[in-house]
């Protein structure tokens, strides 16, 4: 256990402390700053982790079609369905677990930022002593740079945020997710994947947080957690393309506008709110096949039949 | 694709459990030992005040103050070694209280009324009827980064139900460029601080005005000797300062080969200077001209050493991290050999203290007391370790917590 334990300090504490450190003298003494430039050059490491992970997804979103066909030709028989989905899946040299790398990639250097911004930033003087142990002696600025001014804006980033970054980290966890969602095949997974695209945004959104229990993850994991968040959008979006992201910003422009105008068209409430249903569990990239599922020009169609009927008075 | 949740759903768990198990970093305190007559005092691990007998190690007949912390303080500890003065201990706690204590009895006199809201590290100083207390930032989020420096003056009387009480009122408080970690000190009648900016501040002990400061450009969390008119401290960027404190002026500066921070104040030998180094080294500078002279020990197997050495009969003692050395330095030139050592088992935590009968004092991360004496060098344990606190209960020869130590009364059998 010692083994591993100096392992993990040798191989990604060590150097993601002196990393930081250092970056932290070239930014300026800017912690905040440090960070997000170490968040753009982690990411940029695993680019081409990332890329591979798109283009997996772009993949396997190209297969639909042939998964619907498998499914319903093997309707009754599960096994059979796997076994011919797995050998597709091969002869096609897609893995379907390969969108998951950066994920687990991601975790460990979550967890070690974590410890590495909680001993760079030490609350106690016997801390700054451990720190010492870890800044490496042919690195003279390193040790020059300590102690490290922990402020950034209204952040002290050794400790959580209440609820501005908490938000923040929750809104791009959520857009990320949307640029990365794959098409459900059917129900039960359309189901999984609206609870996945909330539960995530939703929970890293509450951990981040010093409101709750045990008080949260400091604000400067939080900040780096959002950058990546930010970087993984604009990686996605250059790959497989923005729609996901123009349609959620539709979507929401759209169902501003449209439910004040439906409910004076008089369009039944229970309408709008299956429309809006289908909307969410609509699959954005059958959007760019053309299939026109433009929410407005459908209502537009069905407001004149609608019209004549039971419409509301103001 | 539930598979794919799973594994997520897990990964996410295994996440929040590992960063749950990441302890956050806490204080604890590192106050040394106070002697005092053939009393040891000292504020312990535990958050408690107690006094033990120098020659023997048992309890005297004096209860141990518990210092009431608020259940959910995260700024607990007292850094600073106490003060005494005329039977009074006075010190001061990180989360910005200032108590004092009868050395007779162990009667409360002033119970943290003094609430700074600022973090105390460095000790209380008692000079000319007055209490100069030092401080970090301010308490809680958004707080002020820079550093003060309090005069209180302090007037005892009879209490009501106690042998003594004082009036404690602020003479004056003094904002600097930064958090103040070390001690203040004086020379004459003026008192001198740093900071981690690097400054170097003297002030007029009566009125806090300022007779001079200057800035060596690293962070300075040691406290400086004074020496004849000279200030001699250690920075971060291992360098070795001299100023003059009449005027300010650095008389000297030497960049030694130190390859980590200077934390505990230096000391001094005839005409050497002494400055111990956390990469475990001590460096020894011509006391006029700051030449290093010599370093020792020139390998790097040593701990850090965070506590000021300690001369006695021209022999270099110094505790690094969980080991006690002794060497020879009555020649003024760099020991010869392999120095004596003496296996603690546990991580030393506070600075030396040390009597006039050979006896060396400190306590240790297992919250423990500890003595050696030390005769010609040689290092032999004195009385049992002292357990404080929680760990008092525990069986003294349990080798759980102790790395196998089991301590007796039996000098021929210690570890040394």
């Known amino acids: 256990m010692e083994l591993l334990s100096q392992i993990w300090n040798n191989l990604l504490i060590e150097p993601m402390i002196n990393s930081l450190v250092l970056l932290y003298s070239i930014c300026g003494s800017n912690f905040g700053l440090a960070i997000v430039v170490f968040t753009i050059l982690t990411r940029g490491l695993m680019f081409p982790l990332t890329v591979k992970q798109s283009r997996q997804m772009k993949a396997m979103t190209a297969l639909q079609p042939k998964l619907k066909e498998i499914q319903a030709k093997h309707k009754n028989d599960r096994s059979k369905i796997s076994q011919e989905t797995m050998k597709m899946y091969k002869d096609q040299g897609v893995n379907p677990i390969g969108c998951l790398g950066p994920m687990f990639i991601q975790m460990p250097i979550f967890i070690g930022l974590y410890q590495a911004i909680m001993k760079t930033v030490p609350s106690a003087p016997e801390n700054l002593i451990v720190l010492s142990r870890y800044l490496y002696g042919w690195l003279p600025i390193n040790r020059e740079a300590i102690p490290i001014d922990s402020t950034f804006f209204w952040l002290d980033l050794a400790r959580p945020d209440s609820y501005v970054l908490p938000v923040l980290v929750g809104i791009s966890m959520f857009v990320m997710q949307k640029m990365t969602s794959m098409p459900a095949m059917d129900d039960r997974q359309a189901q999984t994947n609206k609870m996945m695209l909330w539960m995530m945004p939703i929970m890293f959104g509450v951990m981040a947080s010093d409101k709750i229990l045990g008080g949260g993850f400091p604000s400067g994991l939080a900040v780096y957690w959002t950058i990546s968040n930010i970087v993984g959008i604009v990686i996605q979006g250059m790959i497989t393309g923005w729609e996901p992201l123009i349609n959620l910003l539709t979507f929401f422009k759209t169902k501003k506008k449209l439910q004040p105008a439906l409910i004076s068209a008089g369009v039944n409430e229970a309408l709008i709110e299956e429309q809006e249903k289908n909307e969410t569990d609509t699959d954005d990239r059958e959007n760019s096949r053309g299939r026109n599922r433009n929410s407005s020009d459908r209502v537009r169609r069905k407001s004149p039949r609608g019209g004549n009927r039971g419409r509301k008075q103001r | ?416």
């Open chain 2, 1 to 416: 694709m539930d598979h794919k949740i799973i594994i997520v759903l897990v990964a996410i768990l295994l996440t929040c459990m590992s960063i749950s198990c990441v302890s956050m970093p806490s204080s604890g305190g590192r106050a040394a030992p106070v002697l005092l007559d053939d009393k040891i005092i000292i504020v312990t691990m535990d958050e408690q005040v107690v006094a033990v007998d120098q020659n023997t190690g048992n309890d005297l007949d004096i209860q141990p103050y518990q210092i009431p912390y608020l259940e959910k303080e995260l700024l607990k500890g007292v850094y600073g070694t106490p003060t005494v003065n005329e039977g009074i201990i006075y010190f001061a706690t990180y989360n910005g209280e200032i108590y004092a204590t009868s050395i007779y009895d162990g009667s409360i006199i002033l119970n943290g009324d003094r609430f700074i809201n600022r973090k105390i590290i460095g000790a209380p100083l008692f000079h000319n009827g007055n209490l100069f207390v030092a401080t970090a930032s301010e308490i809680g989020k958004n707080q002020n980064k820079d550093g003060k420096l309090y005069s209180y003056s302090i007037e005892k009387e009879q209490g009501k139900n106690t042998l003594l009480d004082i009036n404690f009122n602020e003479n004056w408080e003094i904002e600097v460029d930064s958090e103040i970690w070390s001690s203040p000190t004086y020379w004459n009648d003026d008192i001198v601080i740093t900071t981690l900016a690097g400054t170097i501040y003297s002030f007029i002990s009566n009125s806090g005005e300022e007779n001079w400061h200057i800035n060596v450009g690293s962070t300075i969390t040691s406290t400086p000797l004074i020496y004849e008119n000279v200030l001699y401290v250690g920075a971060y960027d291992g360098v070795v300062y001299a100023v003059d404190l009449l005027t300010g002026d650095i008389k000297w500066k030497q960049n030694t080969s130190a390859k980590n921070w200077y934390w505990s104040t230096p000391t001094y030998y005839k005409d050497l200077v002494l400055a111990a180094s956390l990469d475990g080294r001590i460096y020894a500078l011509e006391m006029r001209s700051g030449k290093e002279v010599w370093k020792y020990p020139t390998d790097d197997s040593y701990g850090e050493i965070i506590g000021t050495p300690l001369i006695i009969d021209g022999f270099l003692v110094w505790a690094a991290k969980d080991e006690i050395y002794s060497a020879d330095i009555s020649s003024l030139d760099a020991p010869k050999g392999n120095s004596e050592v003496c296996d603690i088992g546990k991580d030393v935590i506070s600075t030396l203290s040390y009597n006039d009968n050979g006896s060396i004092f400190f306590t240790v991360s297992d919250h423990t007391i500890r003595t050696l004496e030390i005769n010609k060098g040689d290092l032999r344990i004195d009385w049992k370790p002292y357990r404080t606190g929680e760990y008092k209960k525990k069986d003294i020869n349990d080798k759980g917590s102790d790395g196998g130590w089991n301590p007796t009364n039996d000098k021929n059998l210690s570890r040394c």
